[in-house]
């Protein structure tokens, strides 16, 4: 079985499951203020995530500190207001 990495998503998308031993090459991605890491598989395909490229490096090197499959926090829910007359 193929070792794989969980990803936080790059954006508002979800996690990203990546299998580790598909990707050929990764670069630091950055846009408005926002980074990720662009990673490049072996198929020709790319993908966005919401990583730096040391936790990457840390995933593919089997850092087992580096708790990349963490899932992001929960969003909290919307704030309710009281309708007028208070």
Not at 3 to 25: E, W
Not at 47 to 55: H, Q
Not at 57 to 63: C, R, S
Not at 66 to 74: A, L, N, R, S
Request: glycine share 8%; charged share 25%; aromatic share 12%.
């Amino acid at each position: 079985m193929s070792k794989t990495a969980c990803f936080r998503g790059y954006g508002r998308s979800g996690p990203q499951h990546v299998v580790l031993s598909k990707i050929l090459h990764f670069e630091e991605y950055s846009s408005n203020s926002d980074y990720g890491t662009n990673i490049y598989f072996s198929d020709g395909s790319e993908l966005l995530v919401g990583e730096y490229p040391s936790a990457v490096t840390k995933a593919i090197e089997g850092d087992t500190e580096h708790k990349v499959d963490k899932p992001p926090p929960p969003t909290p829910p919307p704030p309710r207001y009281k309708r007028w007359p208070y």
